[in-house]
């Protein structure tokens, strides 16, 4: 894609890898998870395509550590993304504004975690046990915690939007933010809530607007492809 590092593709992808589209969909449409479009979460609402997630994130360029807004966290899979390409010095706020989708993108957050702690729980003991042990009991190594493994990408939340406030400014700035819905135009409520040298991904009357605040006071935007969104409202 046009403007994008093949170091920022190749950490999306890494993401992609550790967390998957399946684990954000209602059970009854995991078995579609791998096909390269929308799928209906309700509420008029889409888990976006794959394909478009991926060039949305390789547009936004996150950094380990960054701040990172998530505006219409939906199922709960973008805000997860983001929270592994920020890594554990980083924080990622989701924000939803209908409050059913809030709840869902909440407890799939919630279950992917549990998931992680299991698997590395599971992992670490088989480690453990294929180590040789000490004769003293108490010599022993003990595995890593499910907890430990837990937290692994707790650096992410999902919370309601408050009426009529667009994005999070009472957490603002942001070194990024990210948008899965469609606006007219660019929202200026957002674009003030950017960090100075940040960078915001929203997809503007059919094309993808990435916006940057140069340091200096000045914004900067380009457009990207021709993308179909559901409404920002």
Not at 9 to 34: E, I, M, N, Y
Request: aromatic share 4%.
């Amino acid at each position: 894609m046009h403007g994008v590092s093949p170091e920022s593709l190749s950490r999306v992808d890494a993401a992609f890898a550790v967390v998957p589209r399946a684990a954000f969909l209602a059970r009854r449409d995991r078995r579609q998870s791998a096909v390269d479009q929308p799928i209906r979460i309700g509420h008029g609402q889409t888990n976006s395509q794959p394909t478009t997630v991926r060039n949305m994130l390789a547009l936004l360029d996150v950094r380990p550590g960054d701040r990172v807004l998530d505006v219409g966290s939906g199922s709960g899979w973008t805000t997860a993304l983001l929270a592994e390409l920020t890594g554990p010095t980083g924080r990622v706020y989701g924000v939803e504004l209908v409050p059913e989708l809030a709840e869902f993108g909440k407890r799939n957050l919630a279950d992917f975690l549990q998931t992680v702690a299991h698997q590395a729980g599971v992992r670490s003991s088989s480690e453990a046990d294929a180590r040789p042990r000490s004769t003293n009991e108490g010599d022993a190594a003990s595995p890593q915690s499910a907890g430990e493994a837990g937290s692994r990408i707790g650096w992410a939340s999902i919370s309601p939007a408050a009426p009529d406030v667009l994005g999070l400014p009472n957490h603002a700035p942001y070194e990024r933010i990210l948008v899965s819905a469609e606006a007219r135009q660019l929202p200026q409520a957002l674009v003030d809530q950017l960090a100075p040298g940040g960078r915001l991904v929203i997809p503007v009357a059919g094309r993808l607007a990435v916006v940057e605040h140069t340091g200096n006071g000045q914004i900067r935007q380009r457009r990207v492809g021709h993308y179909a969104f559901v409404p920002l409202r």
